[in-house]
């Protein structure tokens, strides 16, 4: 009887996976630092959310929403509140899950080591999976302000509260086309 203990629990642990990163889960929003985030973020406060879409869909939104005609889309997108001129830039950012799966890694040794081939061993390989998460990090910024988002900003609640908007209508919108008639 422990004998079949012993094979199962040996079964069921080699073939778990071990996570070695899990991406965050965001339910509505977060505003943290870029740097905080993902490394090649800038240090910036960051309005950051999950994005649902395909790439590349938040890019052809802002491009039609503020008719930009292709032109710097992703850099300083100017746009006003309360007759006051700010800019963002965004980013699309993927955090991939990782995870270590024993058994091919096990099965990998195992099967160069009767062959022989214990120096070519590809152990990384057939051990790492991944599984994509994409979020959309937006700065702002102003003549006035290098950031927006920062706690001590005199703007950041009207640019919480714009980017909220903004958010919404980007998820709730198929056709940004329909955005033109809105505006």
């Given at each position: ?8 629990a040996?079964?069921t642990?080699l073939n778990s996976?071990i996570?070695i990163?899990i ?6 929003y977060?505003?943290?630092?870029g740097?905080?985030f ?5 240090k910036?406060q960051?309005?950051i ?5 395909e790439v590349n ?15 710097d889309v992703?850099d300083?997108v ?6 006051e ?7 699309e950012?993927e955090?991939?899950d990782?995870a ?14 009767l062959i022989?081939?214990?120096e070519d061993a590809d ?8 599984n ?9 910024y102003?003549?006035l302000e290098k950031?927006c ?7 950041r609640e009207?640019?919480?509260k714009?980017?909220?908007t903004l ?10 086309n ?6």
């Open positions: 009887m422990k004998k079949l203990l012993y094979v199962i040996s079964v642990f996976c996570p990163r991406a965050p889960s965001i339910s509505d977060n505003v943290t630092k740097k905080k993902k490394r090649s973020l800038s910036r960051m309005f959310f999950e994005d649902p879409k869909q938040f890019y052809n939104y802002v491009n039609t929403k503020y008719d930009l005609q292709h032109i992703y300083n100017p746009f006003k509140i309360n007759d001129q700010y800019f963002f830039s965004f980013y950012v955090i991939p990782k270590i799966n024993l058994a091919p890694m096990i099965t990998s040794v195992m099967f160069n080591a022989g081939n214990l152990i990384e390989d057939p051990t790492m999976s991944r994509g998460n994409w979020y959309l990090a937006i700065e702002v102003s003549d950031d988002l920062e706690i001590n900003s005199l703007s009207v640019v919480l714009y980017l909220c958010k919404k209508e980007y998820l709730s919108t198929h056709n940004y329909e955005i033109v008639f809105k505006n």
